[in-house]
């Protein structure tokens, strides 16, 4: 070793680690894996899981999601800044003590930022992936929310049948052709079954659509994420439940939500 290398396990170390290997932010993800690792064998095995890219989320466990820190286990959805400003609408929509069904949850990352905000509501999540579902069940219990694990509505307890004030999706919405184009720390490193939304990326949100209607309270809402693309094909299918739809867009989040309204009964 040259007197000008860092040494092996530095946080200078790291760095250069993580810069040869193309990380953007490398500073800040030298910061995060120093304090996550415990052992000097740890963060050295750190670096070698990021530098062979697996995502910064899964290496530390957690992502910042709200304002919050979410759990998030490997092989799980790693929550989106974009997502932040459905949880904003969600946030305005629901009062204390709602019904609020964080459908497709993944690490459950909606919902709790929902609860975190609004205090005190009912919180009910969705996943069909058991790895999910279990990163969802350990999130979630902070804020005393109920995590069911199977595909969509089949997972609920019928009880719940009428009685959503906000149902919210952030459901895979990727069209399968675009799969490959996705960035590789996605594509190898999340479930095909958070991303792959089928020919026209609707197939999974648009059977969360078609079952709102026998889910939602009398005045309840539905948001949905979607892309800027796919902003008719979502809309088309909120008006056909017989939902007064309406659309939200941030350019800096990059983000989209169509927002469905019950009427009254
Ligand atoms: C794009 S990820 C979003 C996760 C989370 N909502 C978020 O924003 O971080 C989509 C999630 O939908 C789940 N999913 C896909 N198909 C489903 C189905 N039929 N029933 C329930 N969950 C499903 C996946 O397992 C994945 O966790």
Same mark, same amino acid.
Do not use: K
């Given at each position: 070793?040259?007197?000008?290398?860092?040494?092996?396990?530095?946080?200078?170390?790291?760095?250069?680690?993580?810069?040869?290997?193309?990380?953007?932010?490398?500073?800040?993800?030298?910061r995060l894996?120093?304090?996550?690792?415990s052992?000097?064998a740890?963060?050295?095995?750190?670096?070698?899981?990021?530098?062979?890219?697996?995502?910064?989320?899964?290496?530390?466990?957690?992502?910042?999601?709200c304002?919050?820190?979410?759990?998030?286990?490997?092989?799980?959805?790693?929550?989106?800044?974009?997502?932040?400003?459905l949880?904003?609408?969600?946030?305005?929509?629901?009062?204390?003590?709602?019904?609020?069904?964080?459908?497709?949850?993944?690490?459950?990352?909606?919902?709790? +930022?929902? &609860?975190?905000?609004?205090?005190?509501i009912?919180?009910h999540?969705?996943?069909?992936?058991?790895?999910?579902?279990?990163?969802?069940?350990?999130?979630?219990?902070?804020? !005393? !929310?109920?995590?069911?694990?199977?595909?969509?509505?089949?997972?609920?307890? !019928?009880?719940?049948? !009428?009685?959503?004030?906000?149902l919210?999706?952030? &459901?895979?919405?990727?069209?399968?052709?675009?799969?490959?184009?996705?960035?590789?720390?996605?594509r190898?490193?999340?479930?095909?079954?958070?991303?792959?939304?089928?020919?026209?990326?609707?197939?999974?949100?648009?059977?969360?659509?078609?079952?709102?209607?026998?889910?939602? +309270?009398?005045?309840?809402?539905?948001?949905?994420?979607?892309?800027?693309?796919?902003?008719?094909?979502?809309?088309?299918?909120?008006a056909?439940?017989?939902?007064?739809?309406?659309?939200?867009?941030?350019? &800096?989040?990059?983000?989209?939500?169509?927002?469905? +309204?019950?009427?009254a009964?």
């Amino acid at each position: 070793m040259s007197a000008m290398e860092p040494s092996t396990g530095s946080a200078r170390w790291v760095e250069a680690r993580l810069r040869a290997a193309g990380c953007v932010f490398a500073e800040d993800e030298t910061r995060l894996l120093v304090d996550a690792a415990s052992t000097a064998a740890e963060l050295t095995s750190m670096v070698e899981r990021r530098t062979a890219g697996e995502p910064i989320e899964h290496v530390v466990g957690w992502a910042e999601f709200c304002g919050l820190r979410i759990d998030v286990d490997r092989g799980v959805f790693v929550p989106r800044r974009r997502t932040e400003f459905l949880v904003t609408h969600a946030i305005a929509l629901a009062r204390p003590r709602a019904v609020v069904l964080d459908m497709c949850c993944g690490s459950g990352a909606i919902g709790i +930022a929902i &609860a975190s905000h609004v205090g005190a509501i009912e919180l009910h999540a969705v996943d069909i992936d058991p790895i999910a579902g279990a990163c969802a069940r350990r999130n979630v219990a902070g804020v !005393g !929310g109920e995590v069911h694990v199977g595909d969509l509505y089949d997972a609920l307890p !019928g009880s719940l049948r !009428g009685r959503v004030d906000v149902l919210v999706a952030n &459901a895979p919405y990727v069209p399968t052709d675009e799969l490959p184009l996705l960035p590789a720390e996605a594509r190898d490193h999340e479930p095909t079954v958070a991303l792959d939304g089928g020919p026209d990326g609707l197939d999974v949100q648009r059977r969360v659509i078609d079952g709102a209607p026998s889910w939602l +309270a009398p005045y309840g809402h539905l948001l949905v994420e979607t892309s800027e693309r796919q902003v008719p094909l979502t809309v088309d299918a909120v008006a056909r439940i017989g939902l007064h739809p309406r659309v939200e867009r941030s350019d &800096a989040l990059n983000a989209t939500v169509v927002i469905g +309204a019950a009427p009254a009964p």
